[in-house]
């Protein structure tokens, strides 16, 4: 039986990480009896084993529960949990245009931290109708009042209203779902309109092709149909339609304000595209819904197959992890070190972490990657723009005009005690000190501006540190502006390892080339002859590490006698090793790549 319109609610859980959305998605499914609870477990959203051992949400699920209210009503709530992490915040803006409402939750004793903000501005941008939340009040350092009030000054939402509850104990899982019915409004669209259904996710099944998750606005979709996509054009024959309970369970149709699964035998990786809409073959709308903005990769790597033969396994790999993840970007690229690979873009370095090991374990690849670097913008002499992704790209310095870097405005949240610790890491990296906002008399949020290469490689790791794990952070991209950037080279015994340059501030370059000298030093295996490790600017020698040959006792068999004899010995094994360095290669380990990541201020 179709569910009315007016008995739908879409809406989604937003929060900064770590603040209990997962859980509280285990409760919500457990009291709305979705999933048997013999078959719960904790995190049950969170499919993948990367997700369940990381303890975070990487990829948005949406799920269809069942719920019957107070007053006797019958009512379908969807349900899309979404990651908190900064670098996923693209899988968040997706959910949300599919829905009309969100729970944005707030851990009782961490109160509202920069995620929160981010996440809560993502959903008033999307006119969605926002329930505040007060997750783990049953903690013996919560403080709900503090939340309440954090809610108001901060966010801008009404912190009396808030929902109090507890994810773990299930506490309040009732009143969040009574208020979901209440306060979140149904779908408007038009049943008998044309089909107008919005793509916000899809995945690859082996046997049965592209599966495509949609929200219906309008009209209706079901098996049979014959449907295109906007976008290209591209026309197929819809085979099964359905809802997730997370498991897909196969449905008569998809009427306007629903969520739920399409399968048209797609075989084609390209031909699905996320923000698309999917419309009726024969009686087509005749404006497609607005999609997703493209996001804008700010990290860029290589990675390369260990294994030559390996490679068109790792393009396979990158189309079809693509279709899942459309927020990460690929080009074909080669080194003259590591080969035929690819430079990939990514949003964040736990995203590049993350696309790293799921094409590991999902597609038994064994790859090595390069030292992660931003995009410059390089005007030359000539005039001419370029944009460098690669620092093997850059062009040699006298023909540089101007060389610029991505800078970002970060929010900071700290506690008070921390603010001056916070301060000196910001210097550390170039920050320039906008403003301090105190939130109340124990929590501040510090704003600086910083070029985006000082935030990516280690900036979240030493905030954590610095601040005894309560610092949070949100940036925004501002754009480009000049700074006095260098490309630096790693050269193995004269030859450049392209795979291992850089660009650097100048400041930072005889630092960050004698950390990373002294690193390769200990990370390369001794050979048969001398290596001589050197990092360079241009054709200036800044840093010079040796790895020492490994020796053999050529004199062992000389008892006593003319010392001529051990001389024309020792000089036969120089020859002999002096011969081999010339036509020996230096094997660099897979570490080496990553050394740069653990270069640290001091060069340690």
Do not use: W
């Not at 950037?485 to 004269?494: A, P, T």
Request: with cysteine.
């Amino acid at each position: 039986m179709t569910t009315p319109i007016e008995n739908i609610r879409n809406f989604s859980i937003i929060a900064h990480i770590d603040h209990g959305k997962s859980t509280l998605a285990d409760r919500l499914l457990e009291v709305t009896k979705t999933i048997d609870k013999r078959l719960m477990k904790e995190q049950t959203l969170d499919s993948m084993d990367i997700e369940r051992e990381r303890g975070i949400t990487i990829k948005s699920v949406a799920v269809r529960m069942n719920y019957k209210s107070k007053d006797g009503k019958d009512y379908v709530l969807n349900l899309i949990d979404t990651p908190g992490h900064v670098d996923f915040a693209y899988e968040v803006s997706r959910s949300l245009a599919a829905c009309e409402g969100a729970l944005l939750l707030v851990d009782a004793t961490q109160g509202v931290e920069a995620q929160t903000l981010a996440n809560a501005y993502k959903a008033i941008e999307q006119h969605l109708e926002i329930i505040p939340v007060i997750n783990k009040i049953d903690l013996a350092s919560a403080d709900v009042e503090s939340a309440r009030r954090q809610f108001t000054d901060i966010v801008g939402l009404d912190g009396s209203r808030a929902v109090l509850a507890s994810g773990k104990s299930g506490l309040g899982v009732e009143d969040i779902l009574e208020a979901i019915v209440e306060r979140i409004p149904p779908p408007k669209g038009d049943r008998k309109a044309p089909l107008r259904a919005l793509i916000f996710d899809a995945v690859y099944n082996d046997y049965r092709g592209v599966i495509v998750y949609l929200r219906v606005v309008e009209g209706r979709i079901a098996a049979g149909f014959k449907v295109k996509m906007m976008s290209n054009d591209e026309k197929y024959e819809v085979i099964e339609v359905g809802s997730l309970t997370p498991q897909m369970r196969a449905a008569e149709d998809l009427e306007a304000g629903e969520v739920g699964y399409m399968i048209c035998n797609i075989r084609s990786l390209d031909k699905t595209k996320i923000g698309d809409t999917v419309t009726d073959l024969l009686k087509p709308a005749t404006e497609a819904l607005p999609g997703y903005s493209e996001p804008k990769p700010v990290v860029f790597c290589g990675m390369y197959p260990a294994a030559d033969t390996d490679y068109m396994q790792l393009r396979d790999a990158l189309d079809r992890l693509r279709l899942n993840d459309c927020s990460f970007s690929f080009q074909a690229d080669s080194s003259d070190a590591l080969g035929l690979g690819y430079r990939l873009g990514f949003l964040g370095l736990l995203h590049m972490e993350i696309v790293q090991e799921r094409l590991e374990r999902e597609f038994g690849l064994t790859l090595v990657t390069t030292v992660p670097n931003v995009s410059y913008r390089v005007t030359l002499t000539s005039g001419e723009v370029m944009e460098i992704e690669n620092a093997s790209k850059m062009p040699p310095s006298n023909e540089i005009d101007v060389t610029e870097e991505p800078y970002i405005e970060a929010d900071i949240m700290v506690p008070t005690q921390y603010l001056s610790a916070v301060i000196d890491l910001c210097k550390k990296k170039r920050g320039i000190h906008i403003r301090v906002d105190y939130i109340d008399a124990n929590r501040c949020m510090a704003i600086y501006q910083m070029p985006l290469a000082e935030i990516v490689l280690d900036f979240y790791d030493k905030l954590k540190t610095y601040t005894r794990g309560y610092g949070s952070l949100e940036y925004r991209i501002l754009g480009y502006r000049p700074g006095d950037l260098v490309k630096l080279d790693i050269m193995l015994n004269g030859d450049r390892v392209d795979a291992l340059s850089c660009i650097v501030h100048r400041d930072r370059a005889a630092i960050v080339g004698r950390g990373l000298a002294a690193k390769l030093q200990k990370l390369i295996p001794r050979q048969q002859f001398e290596i001589a490790i050197q990092a360079a600017i241009g054709g200036k020698i800044i840093v010079r590490e040796t790895v020492k040959s490994m020796g053999k006792n050529v004199t062992a068999k000389c008892y006593g006698g003319d010392i001529s004899r051990k001389r024309k010995l020792l000089e036969k094994q120089k020859a002999g090793k002096k011969r081999m360095k010339q036509v020996g290669s230096v094997e660099v380990p897979q570490e080496a790549f990553m050394a740069l990541l653990k270069v640290d201020d001091d060069g340690a």
